[in-house]
């Protein structure tokens, strides 16, 4: 992934960050995330960044670097978050299902 806006799906607006996955409440922050199948992994890997946030910093303070984060519509995905960046925010990558929707393409024997 060389970036956002290089035909990669994106998701920009109002996530919520659960710091366990099972944890039924989170953190309300916003998002701006993106992410493409890896044809080198077979797998779907997605990054982006969290907006500055007191709990979301302190949870990593505290320990928590692997995160679930949930979009208003449900999709959800799990992520680990890096160090705060120079803003506050947190860079956060993950692999597997992304906590937003992606297309979906059926691959037909020939």
Known sequence: MSGF???EEEYRGTVTV???E???EGVEVGAHLAGHFSPLTGDYR???RLAAEPGITKAYEDGVRTVVVRTPDGHKGVG???APNLWG???INGAGAPPFAVPR???EDD
Do not use: Y
Request: proline letters at 5%; zero cysteines.
């Open 5 to 7: 806006g290089d035909d």
């Open 18 to 20: 659960l710091f366990s």
């Open 22 to 24: 099972e944890a039924e």
């Open 46 to 48: 997605w990054t982006g």
């Open 80 to 82: 680990t978050l890096d």
């Open 89 to 91: 925010g947190h860079p």
């Open 105 to 107: 393409i059926v691959i």
